[in-house]
């Protein structure tokens, strides 16, 4: 008896593989050929991807201005409420 043969597709990086049912080998595969990139489109690419970063960048700048603004007025809130008796806090070793 000879051994059965799977045809399987990668669903991931489309790869045409054929196994050995029996032991599980790759017995022959043939990946999907990359489509050529040329340089301007790579140059193009990086562009955008340059604007993208600097879109980010002042988004998340603007962010942490707005939220250094938050984290002040949370501070000067909570000033009002600090008891300022003088009074030092009792310990858990003051107890003893």
Do not use: Y
């Amino acid at each position: 008896m000879g051994s059965k043969k799977l045809d399987i597709i990668c669903p991931c990086c489309e790869t045409k593989l054929q196994v050995d049912q029996k032991t599980g080998e790759i017995i022959w595969e043939e990946r999907k050929p990359k489509p050529e990139v040329s340089l301007t489109d790579m140059v193009k690419g990086l562009e955008n991807k340059k604007e993208e970063n600097e879109d980010i960048f002042k988004k998340n700048r603007e962010n942490q201005k707005a939220r250094g603004r938050v984290l002040d007025e949370i501070f000067k809130e909570s000033t009002k409420h600090v008891d300022r008796s003088g009074e030092k806090p009792l310990r858990d070793f003051d107890f003893d």
